[in-house]
Nanobody, 127 residues
Framework: QVQLVESGGGLVQAGGSLRLSCAVS????????MGWFRQAPGKAREFVAT????????YYADFVKGRFTISRDNAKNAVYLQMNSLKPEDTAVYFC????????????????????WGQGTQVTVSS
């Protein structure tokens, strides 16, 4: 069983930064792709970023390219999302997820491709 717990959310002014963390339990963590998604009130959950099991390849939604960075530390069973130049429209609950095929060589950008999810952490960006 894989369990994910996000942390690091909070309230920040526009232009500020936050770093989200996701602690993952389970020995299989390093085999899976990891992703970050977000969901704003009244909107569908949307893809933000993903990182392959090796940590060597990442992929981002267009609206965060150049501002957000996803990374992982397989030794610590953790994945991170560094968010810079935050905008009010980045306000949402952010979820981390694990899934895809083990040792996969492709990116996973659809929520249905992920098997395990955290409970989410709230990010609020004030203008």
């Amino acid at each position: 069983q894989v369990q994910l717990v996000e942390s690091g959310g909070g309230l920040v002014q526009a232009g500020g930064s936050l770093r989200l963390s996701c602690a993952v339990s389970g020995r299989a963590f390093s085999r899976y792709a990891m992703g970050w998604f977000r969901q704003a009130p009244g909107k569908a959950r949307e893809f933000v970023a993903t990182i392959r099991w090796t940590g060597l390849s990442t992929y981002y939604a267009d609206f965060v390219k150049g501002r957000f960075t996803i990374s992982r530390d397989n030794a610590k069973n953790a994945v991170y999302l560094q968010m810079n130049s935050l905008k009010p429209e980045d306000t949402a609950v952010y979820f981390c997820a694990a899934g895809g095929e083990v040792y996969s060589g492709r990116d996973y950008i659809n929520s249905y491709e992920y098997d395990y999810w955290g409970q989410g952490t709230q990010v609020t960006v004030s203008s």
